[in-house]
């Protein structure tokens, strides 16, 4: 009987593996639809080693945007990338924000710890992270997590979009249709957290 417990033993590490692709696959026919609706860029991302992983991108003109799937950026300056630092384990967070250095991309990236430090426990209250220019000057997205039904996050998306200059950034509309696709792609990883009876 032992082989049986070791076989299901690797099962489990086999999920735990690949529940970042499970998401990824399950957002796919999402992020087109929702990037449609609100004329933005979307995109998904996971982390990495510290680093955001680019795994998704749809909209119209997604190729104007620097981003390729695949790609690796530094997570400090990215709306998905605060989500998912906001989202860690207080001592995993601790730890990245205490290797530093973090490099000003442009005028307004957060350089300083405890500076994003307090941001990213905001975003931990909120659910929401905003990039205002951190990366490049003229480029603001707003970003959410996925949620697992026991509060982990492993990924995050954001719509991204140009602000000229005069004009007012800060998409608050974003949110609601972001949070929405969100919880969608949880409930269709995890299942529906309403179809639970008490």
Known sequence: GGGYMA???????????????????????????????????????????????????????????????GQQLEAYCSGMGKVLLANLPEDEREKYLALGPFVPLTPATITDPDHLRSTLRQIAMTDVAQDEGEIVPDLHCVAVPIKRPDGKVLAAISASYRVTEGETPGRSDLIAPLTAAAMTISAQVYGDPSDTVG
Request: hydrophobic share 45%; proline share 3%.
């Open 7 to 69: 076989g299901s033993r690797l099962l489990l590490l086999n999920a735990r593996i690949d529940e970042k692709q499970v998401i990824v696959s399950k957002a796919a026919p999402v992020l087109p639809g929702l990037a449609r609706q609100i004329g933005c860029i979307v995109q998904l991302g996971t982390l990495e080693n510290d680093m955001v992983t680019y795994r998704l991108k749809a909209g119209r003109s997604a190729d104007a945007l620097f981003t390729k799937v």
